[in-house]
């Protein structure tokens, strides 16, 4: 377990918590106010199973023992692309973000990759680019093809933002 400050912890994810991970992450996702049918698409690709946890670096942060965010990776080659981080939409903008990621950054590192790859959501885009990471390009998205995501990379020779 990490310490991140007085309160807050993160710590690895278990596998009964798939279903509150995959809920906080639509919750988080329909911050930026997306419809309900929009979410309901994109809910398949929201939802992280007890097998992804159980074989994958995935991660929460805890707040006085409640889950206010949470990261997950997955491996391909030499970079890991960094599939979920998302935080409760009340406990945005507090830095909860930046935490995860400096913590995903960490893990990435200390597995041996060589970058961090993201297909971002277009509102997390800036985020991720605070971050150091660059937007190398765009791709149609697998929910609605008209939409464009933001590929970006992060090399892992970077020091921490």
């Not at 929460?60 to 491996?75: N, S, T």
């Amino acid at each position: 377990m990490v310490k991140v400050a007085e309160k807050f912890f993160i710590r690895p994810a278990s596998t009964d918590e798939a279903e509150l991970l995959s809920d906080l992450a639509l919750r988080s996702k329909a911050h930026w106010g997306y419809s309900q049918e929009f979410l309901e698409v994109c809910r398949r690709e929201l939802t992280l199973t007890p097998d992804y946890i159980s074989t994958s670096p995935v991660f929460v942060l805890e707040e006085e023992k409640r889950v206010v965010g949470f990261y997950g990776l997955r491996a391909r080659g030499d970079e890991v692309e960094l599939l979920y981080l998302f935080i409760e939409p009340s406990a945005m903008n507090h830095g909860y973000g930046r935490q995860l990621w400096n913590h995903a950054v960490e893990t990435a590192v200390r597995l041996g990759f060589q970058r961090i790859s993201i297909e971002s959501d277009p509102y997390a885009e800036a985020f991720y680019q605070a971050m150091g990471a660059l937007t190398i390009k765009f791709v149609s998205s697998s929910v609605k093809a008209e939409r464009k995501l933001p590929i970006l990379e992060f090399p892992l020779n970077q020091s921490l933002s």
